[in-house]
């Protein structure tokens, strides 16, 4: 043989294709997975190659009976997943090339002719593939393009899923039956408490979910510890894994779903830790009857419990296989990479040297003579699956082609979900001799070995067959045998007694068996197997064992949250009185009427109504003082700013008026201010009203707002029915009359500086507006906080004394100034008319802008007239120039 020329042709290097007039796709983990960067590790003789030989010779055996698709070769386009599902899925794509439209319209050659493209195989099913998670992944895909898929390994119950994984088949059954049949293992040996340990990942997961759901729902059997080990463990995580499992000792059976390598590790960790003979384990199919997880830790891992799907050892295809060499195994391409694994020799290649450690291949090595061979346990499966898409294959041509020799157009294309239906319908013997057959999810019935692993038995050392499982479990305890060759079964009991404070959680027909609960958060304990929640007013005890009245709170006048408040209040209420009395005490004086003397009277009214509602946010909530709340919260604020608007109006009216017609602008003289002034209040009131006749105003105690995790903090919360959002929209007129008042401030701001209020107004509602912007954050971002009303309140009361006081100071408290300490400027200024006042108002601007436009005085200016104007209280308009 010339080892040379041992290759593989063809336009797919990594997959194995063979041609026929049916094409099935193969998913296969020839190699394992590859360090980080690399997709492929190294070769895996027997569950990559054997179960890829296993299809190989699973489509040999069907393309020769004459029964089985008669005149029909099924074909194969094989490929590797490397244990990968990533890369496996990158792979998979191979299968639904030939079901992808591709636009060639703008492709052409460089004679201007149309390309020939190859079009793709069509791969009307896929067998596998071998992992849970690789075969998740591909059914994904394989079901968006209607591409049956039936499994020779999977088993996680995930894919039981019919409405996400409809186009999957598995003749393994899933590991719902097997952790069915642990628990009813578990049962018969006696057992009532276990911990469980799985490996990272879908299959280790999803088993170890399936034994907890199904031993909760069949009762009498508790989990002491769920362990998971990770996918990438760090060093000593096995010994820590072995120390957990140890704080239950009493819970000396462990059910394991782990990969071969966990299982070793878990074994080697307890050896390290002197706990021989401590574990009971109970292992999944993934344990099975291998040497591999127990080589030199046989000791630990003694009387170990095992399952194994029911299989036979196929005789064909170890004939099939043994008979395999280079030569006449050329299709498959992996073939020369299995031969130096298993034969420990290397294969010459161009401009490779052999490694001097390992021998020559002569190519005249023979699998099973010059090396160990086992049939791998899956090869029945993987046989199995390749017959049932031919069988389903079989049926269909049958009733779409009756009469045809070969593939009709009724099957060309093979409809995909048509096929489905017949893989589901399929029922025959299979390789092994048992039937092949699937329910509605695709699942495979459940048969199980039952194994033990004696050392002790002289006789026969190793696995031994001590029961079955096909939906009912069949153990023979006689036959079992425990460490020192013990046959009594060891115990794996849980009776922990409860702390104070707990509940004892009874396990279903188990009355020796509970779990131990806290009566935690609002819960006291009723008797000694039930907790209750106490009444919403109401709180456990220290001790738990009953309930006490939840404490009722309120704000408190001596409270610190209340003090700067009311300190503000009162100061402001006798600053307001003050600025009131100095008003009527020199009411006939030009200052005063110059200010308008009745609007001035409304605004701080007004005012002091917004430093009376502090009083009576802190005051006792009741009937009375909710309602003068709901009036008094926006009326004050809405008083103030609605005499405000109307002054602003009323100077950016008289100047724009001034700028366009000596005719003054209609209602400014006093009486129509009060009526605009009234009418804008009136709507606050009336809806205040609506509200009391919705909702009448009344108290309620909130329990819910002071009710943290810990009940010893729960308060109730005696308060009006103003939630926050009531409480906003009570402001809300007044926060528009705010904005509306700024925007005028704004547009007189071009007012001589000296005319009026137009300036002090402005700035007041600029200070207002800040003010109000900052309490917004601080009133909502403290909704969470367990100081919340206390917060709320005191933000919200000495928000609204501060916009009092910044309109107070910035409005009266100047004029108060220079009435009492300046009576000498508190005369009457010489009367103009309206039209004498607009234009002396258009030449001071001008001139202040010529002056304005030159630097160092280069203009000169012979003199400089500084004009006072003044709006009387009857509406005239007066000015004071002065020459500087």
């Known amino acids: 043989i010339d080892l040379l020329s041992w290759s593989h042709q063809g336009m797919h290097p990594r997959s194995i294709k063979i041609e026929g007039d049916i094409t099935l796709g193969g998913l296969f983990p020839v190699h394992a997975k590859g360090p980080a960067g690399v997709p492929c590790g190294e070769i895996k003789k027997e569950k990559g190659i054997h179960r890829l030989e296993a299809m190989l010779y699973a489509?040999?055996?069907?393309?020769?009976?004459?029964?089985?698709?008669?005149?029909?070769?099924?074909?194969?386009?094989?490929?590797?997943?490397?244990?990968?599902?990533?890369?496996?899925?990158?792979?998979?794509?191979?299968?639904?090339?030939?079901?992808?439209?591709?636009?060639?319209?703008?492709?052409?050659?460089?004679?201007?002719?149309?390309?020939?493209?190859?079009?793709?195989?069509r791969v009307v099913g896929v067998i596998g593939a071998s992992g849970s998670s690789v075969s998740i992944m591909v059914a994904n895909v394989?079901?968006?393009?209607?591409?049956?898929?039936?499994?020779?390994?999977?088993?996680?119950?995930?894919?039981?899923?019919?409405?996400?994984?409809?186009?999957?088949?598995?003749?393994?059954?899933?590991?719902?039956?097997?952790?069915?049949?642990?628990?009813?293992?578990?049962?018969?040996?006696?057992?009532?408490?276990?911990?469980?340990?799985?490996?990272?990942?879908?299959?280790?997961?999803?088993?170890?979910?399936?034994?907890?759901?199904?031993?909760?729902?069949?009762?009498?059997?508790?989990?002491?510890q769920?362990?998971?080990?990770?996918?990438?463990?760090?060093?000593?995580?096995?010994?820590k894994i072995i120390k957990r499992l140890m704080e239950t000792s009493n819970a000396r059976g462990v059910i394991i779903f782990a990969s071969e390598d966990d299982i070793k590790r878990v074994l080697e960790a307890a050896k390290r830790a002197n706990l021989t003979g401590q574990f009971l384990f109970v292992g999944s199919d993934s344990w099975g009857a291998k040497i591999t997880p127990i080589l030199d830790q046989e000791d630990m891992a003694e009387g170990a419990v095992t399952i194994l799907p029911k299989r036979a050892s196929i005789e064909g295809f170890d004939q099939y296989f043994t008979s395999r060499s280079l030569e006449n195994?050329?299709?498959?391409?992996?073939?020369?990479?299995?031969?130096?694994?298993?034969?420990?020799?290397?294969?010459?290649?161009?401009?490779?040297?052999?490694?001097?450690?390992k021998k020559k291949c002569t190519g005249n090595e023979r699998v099973s003579r010059d090396s160990t061979y086992e049939q791998e346990g899956k090869v029945q499966f993987v046989i199995d699956a390749v017959y049932a898409m031919a069988h389903a294959l079989h049926n269909m041509h049958q009733d779409l082609c009756p009469g045809s020799t070969g593939v009709c157009d009724k099957m060309d294309p093979v409809e995909g979900r048509l096929l489905l239906s017949y893989i589901r319908s399929v029922n025959f013997n299979g390789s092994a001799g048992t039937g092949v057959?699937?329910?509605?999810?695709?699942?495979?019935?459940?048969?199980?070995?039952?194994?033990?692993?004696?050392?002790?038995n002289i006789t026969n050392p190793g696995y031994k067959v001590i029961g079955q499982w096909t939906n009912n479990l069949r153990l023979n305890l006689e036959e079992m045998q425990w460490s020192g060759g013990n046959k009594q079964v060891p115990d794996s009991v849980c009776s922990f007694p409860c702390n104070p404070g707990e509940r004892k959680k009874m396990v279903k027909g188990v009355p020796c068996c509970w779990h131990c609960e806290l009566c935690d958060g609002y819960h006291y304990q009723l008797d000694e197997f039930n907790?209750?929640?106490?009444?919403?007013?109401?709180?456990?005890?220290?001790?738990?064992?009953?309930?006490?009245?939840?404490?009722?709170?309120?704000?408190?006048?001596?409270?610190?949250?209340?003090?700067?408040?009311?300190?503000?209040?009162?100061?402001?209420?006798?600053?307001?009185?003050?600025?009131?009395?100095?008003?009527?005490?020199?009411?006939?004086?030009?200052?005063?009427?110059?200010?308008?003397?009745?609007?001035?009277?409304?605004?701080?009214?007004?005012?002091f109504l917004i430093y009376l509602i502090t009083f009576l946010m802190i005051a006792e909530p009741g009937a009375v003082v909710?309602?003068?709340?709901?009036?008094?919260?926006?009326?004050?604020?809405?008083?103030?700013?609605?005499?405000?608007?109307?002054?602003?109006?009323?100077?950016?009216?008289?100047?724009?008026?001034?700028?366009?017609?000596?005719?003054?602008?209609?209602?400014?003289?006093?009486?129509?201010?009060?009526?605009?002034?009234?009418?804008?209040?009136?709507?606050?009131?009336?809806?205040?009203?609506v509200w009391f006749g919705v909702v009448p105003p009344h108290t309620i105690i909130d329990y819910e707002e002071l009710r943290p995790p810990n009940p010893e903090l729960a308060r109730g919360i005696l308060k009006c029915d103003m939630s926050d959002l009531s409480l906003i929209c009570c402001l809300s007129y007044s926060i528009v009359l705010m904005v509306t008042c700024t925007v005028y401030a704004v547009k007189s701001r071009g007012v001589p500086e000296t005319f009026n209020e137009a300036k002090p107004i402005g700035f007041t509602m600029y200070t207002t507006c800040i003010i109000?912007?900052?309490f917004v954050p601080i009133f909502f971002g403290t909704a969470q906080s367990t100081e919340k009303m206390y917060i709320q309140t005191t933000t919200l009361t000495v928000s609204m004394s501060l916009s009092a006081y910044v309109s107070l100071g910035m409005l009266y408290i100047p004029k108060v100034y220079v009435i009492i300490f300046h009576p000498e400027q508190n005369v009457q200024k010489r009367k103009r008319s309206f039209k004498a006042v607009a234009q002396a108002a258009t030449m001071s601007t001008r001139l202040s802008q010529k002056s304005n436009d030159k630097q160092n005085g280069e203009t000169k200016i012979d003199q400089l007239q500084i004009c006072l104007f003044y709006i009387s209280a009857s509406g005239h308009v007066y000015i004071n120039c002065t020459a500087m």
Not at 95 to 121: H, M, W, Y
């Open 626 to 689: 909710c309602a003068f709340r709901r009036l008094l919260l926006g009326l004050g604020m809405s008083i103030t700013y609605s005499a405000m608007l109307t002054k602003t109006n009323r100077i950016y009216r008289i100047f724009e008026q001034g700028k366009k017609s000596v005719t003054p602008p209609r209602f400014i003289s006093p009486t129509s201010q009060l009526a605009i002034t009234f009418t804008l209040i009136s709507v606050q009131v009336v809806g205040v009203f």
């Open 772 to 774: 109000w912007l900052a």
């Open 437 to 456: 057959l699937f329910n509605e999810n695709g699942d495979a019935p459940g048969r199980y070995d039952i194994f033990q692993y004696q050392v002790t």
């Open 226 to 239: 769920s362990l998971k080990i990770p996918r990438d463990p760090k060093p000593g995580e096995f010994d």
């Open 329 to 357: 195994n050329r299709r498959n391409i992996w073939f020369a990479e299995f031969w130096e694994d298993d034969f420990r020799c290397k294969l010459t290649r161009p401009g490779i040297k052999i490694d001097s450690e």
């Open 142 to 224: 394989l079901r968006l393009f209607e591409i049956p898929q039936i499994s020779y390994a999977s088993t996680s119950p995930e894919l039981s899923d019919n409405n996400r994984y409809d186009f999957f088949s598995r003749v393994v059954p899933p590991d719902s039956y097997q952790a069915q049949a642990m628990v009813d293992i578990v049962k018969a040996m006696g057992w009532n408490y276990v911990s469980t340990l799985a490996s990272e990942g879908n299959y280790g997961e999803s088993g170890v979910d399936a034994f907890i759901q199904i031993s909760r729902e069949a009762g009498g059997l508790c989990v002491a």
């Open 59 to 121: 489509l040999d055996q069907i393309n020769s009976d004459p029964d089985l698709l008669p005149n029909i070769t099924l074909g194969a386009r094989i490929l590797d997943t490397c244990s990968r599902d990533t890369y496996a899925l990158e792979q998979s794509l191979t299968f639904v090339q030939a079901l992808i439209q591709k636009d060639t319209s703008d492709i052409r050659c460089s004679n201007g002719e149309p390309p020939i493209i190859r079009k793709p195989e």
């Open 531 to 607: 907790c209750e929640l106490c009444p919403f007013n109401m709180r456990p005890t220290p001790n738990r064992t009953g309930c006490r009245p939840t404490p009722i709170i309120k704000l408190e006048w001596h409270s610190p949250w209340a003090i700067i408040p009311v300190f503000l209040a009162i100061l402001g209420i006798l600053a307001t009185s003050s600025v009131v009395l100095t008003f009527v005490r020199f009411n006939d004086t030009p200052i005063v009427r110059a200010s308008g003397r009745e609007l001035s009277y409304v605004l701080l009214t007004g005012i």
